[in-house]
């Protein structure tokens, strides 16, 4: 099908799930810019917070499972409409439960609902630019997720001024709950019908089910990896919990305001996406190895400062800075390193062990924090980030590429 396509449409196809990458990013950060608010107007302490991003997380981890069915049913095009509409559904009620209906019960469901609709529009939207890259002929999915950087940055800068203008939270969830079902069914219009029938991995004959597990569980046997999947859990960790939690340690750490705590988190992802952006130029010239043994570097000294930086508040913006640029590049890094093997029928197995190391960091890590904060003070907790992104580093060897006839790490792919 998509060797009918003209060039136009490829790029407006491209361009529009460019469009769901940010739009699922808008949407995490406006929850989160918004969270000491959400905190204040409900009189919840670190742990009851804690409760909530486990309900969130609880969805998301639903969300991944249900998408490969859904997408069997109804085709990633349908399926993204879907899971951000549930996505827009689970902001509103955020936002009616925390400024109507003060009830933080009323608040999980709506992060459960939001974190479904989140889990599963990851899959799909990954599905379905990986498989737009291959109809294109470029490398196009560090872009991809870039965009997604670009959401949060644009989500975190309306948060921020939406704080400082006192807006309601409700009406500023439900204004960017509005963004996102308009700008989906207009961006989806431009995505092809059944993409999903031209994927040769689909047509193939049906494996047995015994086949198959037995086939993605050997892949644990590999050593190098487990250890990969260290990287992922330290990266993933660190960024997972900043998404949650960077905008209560300024609040309540540093002493600052809701606004405040939203600009940090923005300085944050605009970090976050700097280190994206560049990341593949940078992989490309000195290599795996060194890139993350920097980015650890940069991490640890990023929680550092942003810990015991507190009696300086400038020192959070160079903490956050810092953070986000070491751990930008640890989840696209693991995910390529996992796939670079001799046999290219074990890569998806061996992704797919990566990835479930480094969504249980993104989903497990923000709850254990807030449990953390809970006992022993916000900032302490982050103790345990720093303790993880600095044995991502230890283990950064197992990323080294792969020897193929020659080929040196720029001549690699990377992400």
């Known amino acids: 099908m998509t060797?009918?396509?003209?060039?136009?449409?490829?790029h407006a196809w491209r361009n529009a799930i460019f469009v769901v990458f940010a739009l699922s990013g808008i949407s995490i950060a406006s929850w989160v810019a918004r969270l000491p608010a959400v905190r204040d107007q409900l009189s919840l302490d670190t742990?009851?917070?804690?409760v909530l991003i486990f309900a969130m997380s609880a969805g998301s981890v639903l969300g991944l499972i249900a998408a490969p069915p859904v997408m069997l049913r109804i085709g990633a095009r349908?399926?993204?409409?879907?899971?951000?509409?549930?996505?827009?559904?689970?902001?509103?009620v955020i936002g009616l439960g925390t400024?109507?209906?003060?009830?933080?019960?009323?608040?999980g469901a709506g992060l459960a609902v939001f974190g479904f609709g989140n889990g599963s529009v990851d899959v799909m939207m990954n599905v379905e630019g990986a498989a737009a890259e291959r109809a294109i002929?470029?490398?196009?999915?560090?872009?991809?997720?870039?965009?997604?950087s670009f959401g949060t940055v644009a989500g975190a800068g309306l948060g921020a001024l939406a704080s400082a203008l006192s807006i309601d939270v409700a009406v500023h969830l439900s204004v960017i709950a509005a963004i996102i079902v308009v700008?989906?069914?207009?961006?989806?219009?431009?995505?092809?019908?059944?993409?999903?029938?031209?994927?040769?991995?689909?047509?193939?004959?049906?494996?047995?089910?015994?086949?198959r597990l037995l086939a993605s569980l050997a892949v644990w046997k590999d050593l190098r990896l487990l250890a990969i999947g260290v990287i992922m859990l330290g990266m993933a960790f660190a960024e997972g919990s900043a998404n949650?939690?960077?905008?209560?340690?300024?609040?309540?750490?540093?002493?600052q305001s809701n606004t405040t705590a939203a600009v940090v988190f923005g300085v944050f992802t605009v970090s976050m996406t700097l280190g994206r952006v560049a990341g593949g130029p940078v992989l490309d010239r000195f290599g795996r190895v060194p890139v993350l043994r920097v980015s650890a570097l940069l991490g640890v000294l990023g929680i550092l400062i942003f810990i015991f930086g507190a009696p300086m508040p400038w020192l959070a913006y160079v903490g956050a800075a810092f953070w986000a640029l070491g751990c930008s590049l640890g989840f696209p890094v693991g995910m390529s390193a996992a796939a670079d093997t001799d046999d290219p029928k074990q890569s998806a197995a061996r992704v797919s062990a990566v990835a479930i190391i480094g969504y249980v960091a993104f989903l497990v890590g923000p709850p254990v924090i807030g449990l953390l904060g809970h006992q022993f003070g916000i900032l302490p907790a982050l103790l345990l980030v720093l303790v993880l992104v600095a044995l991502a580093g230890v283990f950064s060897p197992a990323a080294r590429e792969r020897a193929r006839g020659g080929a040196t790490p720029s001549s690699l792919p990377s992400h």
């Open 47 to 50: 742990a009851q917070i804690g």
């Open 78 to 92: 349908g399926g993204m409409v879907l899971s951000l509409c549930l996505v827009a559904t689970g902001t509103v």
């Open 99 to 107: 400024s109507v209906l003060s009830s933080a019960v009323v608040v």
């Open 183 to 211: 700008s989906v069914l207009v961006a989806i219009r431009f995505v092809p019908r059944g993409v999903e029938a031209d994927d040769p991995e689909l047509l193939a004959p049906r494996v047995p089910f015994k086949e």
């Open 137 to 148: 002929g470029k490398t196009l999915m560090p872009l991809m997720h870039a965009f997604f």
């Open 244 to 255: 949650d939690w960077l905008t209560i340690a300024v609040a309540d750490g540093y002493q």
């Open 3 to 10: 060797d009918i396509l003209t060039r136009r449409q490829l």
